[in-house]
């Protein structure tokens, strides 16, 4: 049914868990998999009274950006060569997380995207918010969640 599937991922435990499970539901439904990494913007500095000076240039955080991209998305590529599931990966600079999930199933011409989920609910839910319900709400591309 599903034959390319968007994994975003930001190397934490719980995305790491995902990766793994979807490379494994990938094996199964004979699918590829595209890693995605959304990048952080360089943080636009504050100045005012107690405000503190961050000696990074936008070129340094560019580059250590990028890095941790390549890192948690060559992990991910490296674990589905070894269950011998067809992978490539993506990375762009977004501040916007989910809109550049989205942006990436449509690019890539995904017809799933496959997403682990905190499982945040009631107030924590509404406050901290979740790319994972924005793309949910927002994607036209079918969304499986995985806590």
């Known amino acids: 049914m599903f034959k390319h599937i968007l994994v975003p991922t930001d ?19 004979g699918a590829r998999i595209t890693f995605f990494y959304a990048q952080p913007d360089f943080p636009m500095p504050i100045y005012g009274e107690g405000a503190l000076i961050d000696p990074t240039t936008p070129e340094q955080f560019s580059k250590s950006a990028e890095a941790e991209a390549r890192k948690i998305l060559n992990s991910a590529k490296s674990e589905a060569d070894a269950a011998g599931v067809s992978a490539d990966t993506d990375t762009v600079v977004n501040e916007v997380p989910y809109e550049a999930v989205i942006d990436a199933a449509d690019r890539h011409s995904c017809d799933l995207i496959f997403m682990a989920s905190h499982g945040r609910r009631g107030i924590a ?13 927002h994607s036209k591309v079918p969304v499986l969640v995985y806590r």
């Open 11 to 29: 190397g934490s435990p719980l995305s790491e868990g995902a990766v793994s499970r979807a490379i494994s539901f990938a094996k199964d439904a």
């Open 125 to 137: 839910g509404l406050l901290l918010g979740s790319e994972t319900q924005k793309v949910l709400t």
